[in-house]
């Protein structure tokens, strides 16, 4: 009932940018946060980036100041722009999307994942 389809993923080099875009789709009555996650080889998924329903945004510690999230509500699509590009930002990006579909609970979803690789 839900479809998340991430893009924007890929292999950039050190100091590069990428944008990551995630569409939801289907019987959503409400969004509430949408956010970025990632993995990396024999690592945990970390949370990246938050965008809550208005202005509110929050980021990992290892990406502020280089990535930032946005959201377009009409599209229902959270991006994410990723400058200055670091090896160590290379993982498999997830979007997580906090949303309740028409008579149904709150529930999160997650995208398919993009791959992201920086290096030279």
């Known amino acids: 009932q839900v479809q998340l389809v991430e893009s924007g993923g890929g292999l950039v080099q050190p100091g590069g940018s990428l944008r990551l875009s995630c569409a939801a789709s289907?019987?959503?009555?409400?969004?509430?946060?949408m956010s970025w996650y990632r993995q990396a080889p024999g690592k945990q998924r970390e949370l990246v980036a938050v965008?809550?329903?208005?202005?509110?945004?929050n980021y990992a510690d290892s990406v502020k100041g280089r990535f930032t999230i946005s959201r377009d509500n009409a599209k229902n699509t959270v991006y994410l722009q990723m400058n200055s590009l670091k090896p160590e930002d290379t993982a498999v990006y997830y979007c997580?999307?906090?949303?309740?579909?028409?008579?149904?609970?709150?529930?999160?979803?997650w995208g398919q994942g993009t791959q992201v690789t920086v290096s030279s």
């Open positions: 997580n999307v906090d949303l309740r579909l028409a008579f149904s609970t709150r529930q999160g979803y």
């Open positions: 289907g019987s959503i009555a409400y969004i509430y946060a």
């Open positions: 965008a809550g329903f208005g202005s509110s945004t």
